[in-house]
């Protein structure tokens, strides 16, 4: 059976939908699925691959060219064919007057954070399309793909018409690495440490007072792409005072040392479907602070992980964060046992291979 992905989010970084790609398709590939990508700009002059990627920054845009593509190349193969958006609701909406024979459409859902966040927490923009785009993608699918239990049941709940379709199949954990872990020196401050793209959801400025509120007897580290205006300010004066380093872009190598550098990981965002950083920082040994509530839940170890609700205050936090990393030295063989008793990637891509061959 040929498997096509859909290029949309996943042939650049960083994202967590690019490293859920990454790593599916490279144990796919040693379970005997080659995964063809759709819109990756193989072959294209510079003219049509800067077209192709304008027309990527749309969800109904890109989809139906990356479709285009797919159509030329089934002619070259008489095997079943599937057809894989990655990215919530990137499948074509158009897909000619006579129905595909022997083409299958999948679709992963990650989240469903445009539609349950707040107002303000995403753009209008991208809420609506959500809104718009989702119940066709579903209808659409043979199989939608849900990397939670909470992912699922959040979809059958909204569209209970689909929920027969629904399957989970949960990201992979990385290998444990909790001998890798620089141990902290008695009398520093706790390390903290968050990864993600600048999305209001994030809260970024959650992390930043948190630092602020542990005046000094925390030092922290946020990976990410951009921080608003008001987030710079406060960001700038944790910098004076040396209480936060930001990091844009780091190497796979460079973020594995933060990994290890680092006595606590904090997810302050919302309606996380899974939390691949969660998950790659436990591996490294760190336990995790989070907001509690959507699918991380299942992700985090529960008895050296901490869980607050969406309206805990900063000093709550700080509480959590100062706790977790006290009681922690006498429960890392916890985390490890978490760990290794998790689904690996190659976990998820035999359980995709099984998906795709029986559709």
Request: overall charge positive; proline content about 5%; some cysteine.
């Amino acid at each position: 059976m040929k498997v096509f992905w859909d290029s949309y989010g996943i042939v650049r970084g960083p994202s967590g939908i690019f490293v859920h790609a990454r790593e599916l398709c490279r144990s796919l590939s040693k379970h005997g699925v080659e995964v063809s990508i759709l819109g990756a700009g193989a072959g294209l002059s510079a003219t049509n691959e800067r077209l192709l990627r304008f027309a990527e920054k749309s969800k109904v845009l890109g989809p139906q060219i990356n479709f285009r593509e797919f159509s030329r190349a089934l002619p070259t193969s008489k095997r079943p064919a599937i057809y894989h958006g990655l990215s919530n609701i990137n499948l074509p909406l158009w897909t000619g007057h006579t129905p595909l024979v022997d083409v299958r459409f999948v679709v992963t859902v990650h989240d469903l954070i445009p539609l349950l966040v707040q107002r303000g927490g995403v753009s209008l923009t991208l809420r609506a399309q959500i809104k718009a785009l989702l119940p066709w993608v579903l209808k659409r699918a043979d199989a939608v793909v849900a990397v939670s239990r909470w992912t699922k049941n959040t979809l059958a709940e909204r569209y209970p018409e689909w929920a027969d379709k629904i399957f989970v199949i949960p990201n992979g954990f990385p290998p444990a690495k909790l001998s890798l872990r620089h141990a902290r020196k008695n009398g520093t401050p706790l390390r903290v440490l968050t990864v993600g793209r600048n999305e209001k959801y994030k809260r970024h400025d959650l992390f930043l007072n948190i630092l602020l509120a542990g005046n000094g007897n925390l030092h922290g580290t946020i990976v990410t792409t951009n921080l608003s205006p008001v987030e710079k300010k406060l960001a700038n004066q944790l910098i004076a005072q040396g209480w936060l380093q930001i990091i844009e872009s780091p190497s796979n190598e460079a973020l594995e040392e933060l990994y290890q550098e680092n006595d606590v990981y904090l997810q302050t965002s919302l309606l996380e479907g899974f939390c691949l950083p969660a998950a790659e920082a436990q591996a490294f040994g760190i336990p995790v602070v989070f907001t509690s509530g959507s699918g991380i839940d299942e992700v985090v170890c529960p008895s050296t992980g901490r869980g607050l609700l969406a309206t805990a205050k900063t000093q709550e936090w700080l509480d959590a964060v100062v706790m977790t990393a006290d009681r922690f030295a006498g429960q890392a063989e916890n985390l490890q046992r978490w760990v290794t008793s998790r689904p690996t990637w190659d976990d998820s891509a035999i359980q995709l291979k099984t998906l795709y061959n029986s559709l």
